[in-house]
């Protein structure tokens, strides 16, 4: 099947510091990907979806300048959290849909980030 | 807006043992429901979906049943195995939402 990969799968950083997450499609272009966090005994939460060569849409409570979404290419996205603070120590997780229904998901394994 | 609700766990069972993961979901309209699997170190996968009342998504030996009266989307095994060990997640998409809600996954251990 398709296959995500993404990277780091672990970072530890320090307080101000930025750290930059890749997420690439390895055998597919994906038309849409999809970045989501989620806190311990919380529910995936939706962050941004990002087009391809467009700005990425950011859902309402997202910080657009904390959280840097750059789409580069269509098999390349990347998430950069700036500034990070401890508050910001979570598990954020890509994906990419190869097609416009969305139905069709593949996920990356995640990114466990942890904010000193 | 559109929510689910699944069982906390964390899981743990015998091998052979039933399994059966709550899920129960708000949303308006039909939406469609999936089950997705996590093993450890790799990301999620798609267990198995349904997509109108009624229906049974299968997959694995695993099962779950579109409840539209209970807003339910439960997921069963009859018979576990170690390897079924795993975080499980419960979700939804809405058409004319288009974005997968997910659950807060079910860690489920399964000792030999």
């Known amino acids: 099947g398709a296959v995500v990969s993404q990277h780091p799968s672990r970072v530890i950083c320090k307080s101000g510091t930025s750290v930059k997450i890749e997420c690439r499609s390895l055998?597919?272009?994906?038309?849409?990907m999809f970045w989501y966090r989620q806190f311990p005994k919380q529910s995936l939460m939706l962050m941004a979806t990002s087009n391809e060569g467009s700005k990425a849409t950011y859902e309402q409570g997202v910080e657009k300048d904390k959280f840097l979404i750059n789409h580069a290419s269509l098999t390349l996205s990347t998430l950069t959290v700036t500034s990070a603070h401890p508050e910001d120590s979570s598990f954020y997780i890509c994906?990419?849909?190869?097609?416009?229904?969305?139905?069709?998901?593949?996920f990356g394994s995640g990114t466990q980030l942890s904010v000193l | 807006g559109d929510s689910v609700t699944q069982m906390e766990g964390p899981v743990t069972l015998s091998e052979e043992a039933f399994l059966t993961i709550n899920c129960t979901y708000t949303a308006t309209g039909y939406p469609s429901l999936f089950w997705y699997v996590q093993y450890p170190g790799e990301g999620l996968q798609l267990l198995l979906k349904a997509t109108k009342a009624d229906d049974k998504g299968s997959n694995k030996g695993f099962e779950a049943t579109y409840r539209k009266e209970t807003t339910s989307f439960h997921l069963e095994k009859g018979s576990v195995q170690v390897s079924d060990s795993a975080v499980y997640f419960c979700?939804?998409?809405?058409?004319?939402?288009?974005?997968?809600?997910f659950g807060t996954g079910t860690r489920l251990t399964i000792i030999p």
């Open positions: 994906s990419a849909s190869r097609d416009r229904s969305n139905e069709k998901l593949f």
């Open positions: 055998d597919f272009q994906a038309t849409t």
């Open positions: 979700a939804l998409i809405n058409f004319g939402n288009e974005k997968l809600t």
